[in-house]
């Protein structure tokens, strides 16, 4: 990896998250801007508040308990995932950005 890719890990929330961005660079060879990308997606609700963005609004509406899912899931996929859950159901959105990371994220749910 290089400078960019160790600036852009150090903003990550926690080193599980860390951790798994980094191998993920290895594997697919990720470049500086795509790991930013994929950065970007994982931020907890709480800096997505931060940045203004239309998400903040959403995540106020959503329970602590559902906030905490996704955050458990987002943290051990690497990925962004939303709860949407409404009455006695909901479903599970989970983002990939490439056909590898399609290929990761289940072989990370199959585990």
């Not at 995540?59 to 709860?83: C, D, F, P, W, Y």
């Amino acid at each position: 990896i290089n400078t960019g890719h160790a600036k852009t890990l150090l903003s990550a929330a926690d080193d599980n998250l860390r951790n798994r961005l980094y191998e993920t660079i290895i594997e697919k060879g990720l470049s500086v801007r795509a790991l930013e990308e994929m950065l970007k997606e994982t931020k907890t609700p709480g800096a997505a508040k931060e940045e203004g963005s239309a998400n903040s609004a959403k995540q106020k509406s959503k329970s602590a308990h559902i906030k905490k899912m996704e955050e458990t899931l987002r943290n051990h996929l690497g990925t962004k995932v939303e709860i949407k859950h409404s009455g006695k159901g909901g479903k599970i959105e989970i983002s990939y950005y490439s056909l590898d990371d399609f290929e990761r994220i289940a072989e990370q749910i199959s585990k």
